[in-house]
């Protein structure tokens, strides 16, 4: 079992920049690929990145476009996203998730997901 729990939401002017963590307990952090997930209102949920295990390899949708930045610290069980350059359209809930046990990519595959976050809320103002 893994339970994850975001912070570093918040209400930020268009241009400002915002870290998203996420602390994740249990023992198996290290052996999972961890990923990003946001949801707009009326939307479907879409990855916006994704980290290995070892944090070595790294995945991002192309939207993004160099604006985001995953990582992770396995001593601190945690994952983070850097945001800079936050457009009006980046306003949605921020989920982080974990990968099912084996999953030590950086999956874009959202099935592999098997515990999520309860999301944290980021609204960008124009």
């Known amino acids: 079992q893994v339970q994850l729990v975001e912070s570093g939401g918040g209400l930020v002017q268009a241009g400002g920049s915002l870290r998203l963590s996420c602390v994740a307990s249990g023992r198996t952090f290290s052996n999972r690929g961890m990923g990003w997930f946001r949801q707009a209102p009326g939307q479907e949920r879409e990855l916006l990145a994704a980290?290995?295990?070892?944090?070595?390899?790294?995945y991002y949708t192309d939207s993004l476009k160099g604006r985001f930045t995953i990582s992770r610290d396995n001593a601190k069980n945690t994952v983070y996203l850097q945001m800079n350059s936050l457009k009006p359209e980046d306003t949605a809930v921020y989920y982080c998730?974990?990968?099912?046990?084996?999953?030590?990519?950086?999956?874009?595959?959202?099935?592999?997901?098997?515990?999520w976050g309860q999301g944290t809320q980021v609204t960008v103002s124009s």
């Open positions: 980290v290995s295990s070892s944090g070595r390899i790294t």
């Open positions: 998730a974990a990968g099912a046990a084996g999953v030590v990519g950086a999956t874009r595959r959202p099935s592999e997901y098997e515990y």
